[in-house]
């Protein structure tokens, strides 16, 4: 049912496709998709108004792919789509494939689980313009290797239009096989962890020659995400809600956001799942990483506990029971964690105890706070 479903929704996507020559923009690596994605997106609509379709949620798997294209909104984490519901989305589908109008460009993201995805994706659609934002560890226990989880990602490049363009992070350790494996241009991205999202939006408006006025623009209007780099000012702490996702290169990243931040710096992370059998080895090394970012760090779940944090809870239900013990006034706050964690019962409590003054997604309102994400880093 399921290759009925993806050729179904790939017939489709690909019919408009061709009949309105879009243009391809593919965001992938092993962190900040989904926010790189969106600040892509930022600019390009302001750049080109009405031109420009920025694809849905992470819907960026096999079946993701063409449902973003055909403008579904699905979340697969937060529902579960039924028999029927499928019958009706692939009616929809195959409407959208005979009429649906798309604009000149697509900006979409192209995310890998298991061996061999984003190959099957790239077979089915090659981008003119690729994003790598940069691959590090993720998803291992579906991977024989890092090497393979690498050489997942690395069907990206690969790819690119030869006529096209690939961005790249320099801090990327896998650079020189990014550019070994793509016949495209190459663009050398120069930033740091927690400036991913900001970085490749401006680089790449730049090769578009987007006018200044306009990248500027789109930084002051870009926010991230839903619980990704969050942050709020409450009555008498400082939260930054990091809570959707945790691999060892995005808590590296919220750590070097949260070392920025006034106060005694508080690191609440939650397991980083789907490691496999190299999940010790990398919650021990992100456990003393944390250490010299922060004042404070607590764990939360089994696999947390290698942290070997100053204290430990078996889950976030426990953790959000008694967390509000372990803070107090002028704290800033990290809350971040595997989505199958629920960091976001944390972050619920915390805010229920402490009343927001500002609530702000938008990581300026850090920078011109505390320094923020374009403050001095040291994060490679």
């Given at each position: 049912?399921?290759?009925?479903?993806?050729?179904?929704?790939?017939?489709?996507?690909?019919?408009?496709?061709?009949?309105?020559?879009?243009?391809?923009?593919?965001?992938?690596?092993?962190?900040?998709?989904?926010?790189?994605?969106?600040?892509?997106?930022?600019?390009?609509?302001?750049?080109?108004?009405?031109?420009?379709?920025?694809?849905?949620?992470?819907?960026?798997?096999?079946?993701?792919?063409?449902?973003?294209?055909?403008?579904?909104?699905?979340?697969?984490?937060?529902?579960?789509?039924?028999?029927?519901?499928?019958?009706?989305?692939?009616?929809?589908?195959i409407w959208r494939g005979l009429f649906l109008k798309?604009?000149?460009?697509?900006?979409?993201?192209?995310?890998?689980?298991?061996?061999?995805?984003?190959?099957?994706?790239?077979?089915?659609?090659?981008?003119?313009?690729?994003?790598?934002?940069?691959?590090?560890?993720?998803?291992?226990?579906?991977?024989?290797?890092?090497?393979?989880?690498?050489?997942?990602?690395?069907?990206?490049?690969?790819?690119?239009?030869?006529?096209?363009?690939?961005?790249?992070?320099?801090?990327?350790?896998?650079?020189?096989?990014?550019?070994?494996?793509?016949?495209?241009?190459?663009?050398?991205?120069?930033?740091?962890?927690?400036?991913?999202?900001?970085?490749?939006?401006?680089?790449?408006?730049?090769?578009?020659?987007?006018?200044?006025?306009?990248?500027?623009?789109?930084?002051?209007?870009?926010?991230?995400?839903?619980?990704?780099?969050?942050?709020?000012?409450?009555?008498?702490?400082?939260?930054?809600?990091?809570?959707?996702?945790?691999?060892?290169?995005?808590?590296?990243?919220?750590?070097?956001?949260?070392?920025?931040?006034?106060?005694?710096?508080?690191?609440?992370?939650?397991?980083?799942?789907?490691?496999?059998?190299?999940?010790?080895?990398?919650?021990?090394?992100?456990?003393?990483?944390?250490?010299?970012?922060?004042?404070?760090?607590?764990?939360?779940?089994?696999?947390?506990?290698?942290?070997?944090?100053?204290?430990?809870?078996?889950?976030?239900?426990?953790?959000?029971?008694?967390?509000?013990?372990?803070?107090?006034?002028?704290?800033?706050?990290?809350?971040?964690?595997?989505?199958?964690?629920?960091?976001?019962?944390?972050?619920?409590?915390?805010?229920?105890?402490?009343?927001?003054?500002?609530?702000?997604?938008?990581?300026?309102?850090?920078?011109?706070?505390?320094?923020?994400?374009?403050?001095?880093?040291?994060?490679?």
């Amino acid at each position: 049912m399921k290759k009925i479903r993806e050729k179904i929704l790939w017939w489709a996507a690909k019919r408009r496709i061709a009949k309105y020559h879009c243009k391809i923009i593919a965001v992938g690596g092993a962190m900040a998709k989904t926010s790189t994605k969106k600040a892509i997106g930022t600019v390009m609509e302001l750049a080109y108004p009405g031109q420009v379709k920025v694809g849905y949620g992470n819907l960026n798997s096999l079946l993701g792919v063409p449902l973003s294209i055909l403008g579904f909104e699905i979340d697969f984490y937060e529902q579960k789509v039924g028999l029927w519901q499928w019958f009706v989305i692939l009616i929809k589908a195959i409407w959208r494939g005979l009429f649906l109008k798309l604009p000149r460009y697509l900006v979409l993201e192209y995310g890998t689980d298991k061996p061999d995805d984003i190959k099957q994706i790239t077979e089915q659609l090659r981008p003119d313009i690729g994003v790598m934002t940069i691959v590090g560890p993720a998803h291992l226990a579906n991977y024989p290797s890092v090497e393979a989880m690498v050489k997942d990602e690395g069907y990206l490049a690969e790819s690119v239009k030869e006529d096209g363009m690939l961005l790249v992070n320099s801090s990327d350790q896998y650079l020189t096989e990014h550019h070994q494996r793509t016949k495209a241009r190459v663009v050398n991205v120069v930033c740091s962890l927690e400036e991913i999202a900001i970085k490749f939006m401006e680089a790449l408006a730049r090769e578009l020659k987007i006018d200044e006025g306009i990248i500027t623009k789109a930084r002051e209007q870009f926010s991230p995400p839903a619980r990704r780099f969050n942050y709020e000012k409450l009555n008498g702490i400082n939260l930054l809600d990091d809570s959707y996702n945790a691999s060892p290169l995005a808590i590296r990243a919220a750590l070097h956001l949260l070392k920025k931040m006034p106060g005694r710096k508080v690191a609440i992370l939650g397991d980083m799942r789907e490691l496999g059998d190299y999940s010790a080895g990398y919650h021990k090394e992100i456990g003393a990483y944390a250490k010299t970012m922060a004042d404070l760090v607590i764990a939360v779940g089994p696999e947390a506990k290698e942290y070997g944090a100053e204290k430990w809870f078996e889950n976030s239900e426990n953790a959000s029971k008694k967390i509000l013990a372990d803070l107090r006034n002028g704290d800033s706050v990290l809350v971040k964690g595997s989505k199958s964690v629920h960091m976001e019962l944390v972050t619920k409590i915390i805010r229920g105890a402490y009343a927001p003054l500002c609530l702000s997604d938008k990581p300026e309102d850090i920078r011109e706070n505390y320094g923020g994400i374009n403050g001095s880093s040291n994060s490679q």
